[in-house]
């Protein structure tokens, strides 16, 4: 065991290592020679308060030429009337596409497919954003900069949890979410994106067929990595492209939902990462239990190993919290100050739960989004069992009662 405690140590202090070097030189401005045109396509269902601050920072983006196509399910979409209030003030920057409903696929992927449908030649290059995103003003600019530099064949990014609550199973999924957001990036080359931020040509996206080969999924993020990887094409993730995402939680039950839909996906559509993610969950998350259980059975090792890998949570916490003020400076530090004082205590329960959620879903099927529950048996093999009709949550929202709803 003690061999095992020390080589957990090491690899903790690896990962804080990666957390402290994700830091550096964070923050540097971007600079673009040309600005294409932009068709940015957003998947919207139901209304929440963030969508609201989405919208005011979608369109204070300091990119010149854009414009945005808001793709719902129906036309008494709870998000229209928010929307419309921007379509009344530039009425030649928003469009909304009705995409209606179908059986076998995401609803998401259903919009989506709308969207990019009535894209026209202009559209020189195509986003894709999540509704619930807080995007800098140099959001944009970032997204669109490696393409122009014909660095990337696609950009992506990642988020950055800010609690909205105080319940201690947001502080989990935020650590949940923190530890993915800060996983070094090359930019010669990565294997995932992310769907709330996503950057391409419109001529990658035609030439590689990318709408069609959506066609029943139900992960649009994970299927388009797929294509453009199976194709050689070079995915980038600059590291300051983590729009933050207000998080609130009705209890570990979301957390449960959220976090298992996630490994099942990965599961489903990229295997060997999924496989790869258990494996390391799971030996983080044996090292903190050996530690703990050692320390009350007063083992002067396990205690030992227990206090140092304590101490690196400490340290790791304080690179997150560099990293917040190099990106959102006072302000960020001031929002994130109660989950960054909590953060060293969390995360090992957030591993720990990383770990059963990811073995739970070797066998899972079923799971409920948005109000609508699938089944998926394989990247594009997806049906709908079920609609909540009355519930109009965005794509993006952890669902209030996952594990009532979640199925194996």
Do not use: C
């Not at 409903?101 to 609803?107: A, T």
């Amino acid at each position: 065991m003690i061999a095992f405690l020390w080589s957990w140590l090491a690899t903790q202090a690896i990962e804080v290592a990666a957390v402290w070097l994700f830091t550096v030189g964070l923050g540097r401005p971007v600079w673009l020679d040309e600005t294409p045109r932009v068709a940015i396509v957003v998947a919207v269902k139901g209304h929440r308060e963030e969508f609201d601050e989405f919208l005011v920072r979608l369109f204070e983006q300091d990119y010149p030429a854009f414009r945005v196509i808001f793709a719902i399910e129906s036309a008494d979409d709870a998000a229209l009337p928010a929307i419309e209030k921007f379509r009344l003030r530039a009425p030649e920057r928003v469009a909304i596409v009705v995409a209606g409903q179908r059986g076998d696929e995401g609803q998401k992927t259903t919009n989506l497919r709308a969207a990019v449908a009535t894209l026209t030649s202009d559209d020189t290059i195509l986003v894709l954003a999540d509704a619930d995103i807080w995007p800098e003003p140099d959001w944009l600019s970032r997204l669109v900069a490696p393409l122009v530099a014909h660095e990337a064949d696609v950009v992506s990014g990642f988020t950055w949890p800010i609690v909205k609550d105080d319940r201690l199973s947001s502080y989990v999924l935020a650590a949940i979410w923190a530890s993915m957001a800060t996983i070094p990036r090359s930019r010669y080359g990565e294997l995932v994106t992310w769907g709330g931020s996503i950057a391409t040509m419109q001529d990658t996206f035609r030439d590689l067929d990318i709408a069609e080969k959506w066609r029943g999924t139900l992960s649009d993020d994970l299927q388009l990595a797929n294509v453009v990887v199976r194709a050689r094409g070079r995915i980038q993730k600059p590291r300051e492209i983590l729009p933050r995402t207000a998080i609130k939680t009705g209890g570990f039950a979301t957390v449960t939902g959220v976090t298992r839909r996630w490994f099942m996906l990965f599961r489903v559509y990229m295997p060997a990462v999924y496989w790869v993610t258990v494996g390391w969950t799971s030996f983080l998350a044996l090292g903190w239990i050996l530690s703990v259980l050692g320390t009350l059975t007063l083992h002067l090792h396990a205690a030992a190993a227990l206090a140092l890998a304590l101490g690196l949570g400490v340290i790791r916490t304080l690179g997150r919290a560099r990293l917040v003020k190099r990106l959102w400076g006072k302000s960020g530090s001031a929002e994130n100050a109660r989950y960054l004082r909590i953060d060293p205590l969390v995360s090992p329960l957030a591993v720990i739960l990383s770990a059963v959620y990811g073995w739970s879903t070797v066998f899972m099927t079923r799971t409920t989004w948005a109000g609508i529950t699938y089944e998926i048996r394989g990247p594009q093999k997806v049906r709908v069992l079920a609609r909540e009709q009355d519930r109009h949550p965005s794509f993006a929202e952890a669902d209030a009662s996952p594990a009532r709803r979640e199925e194996s």
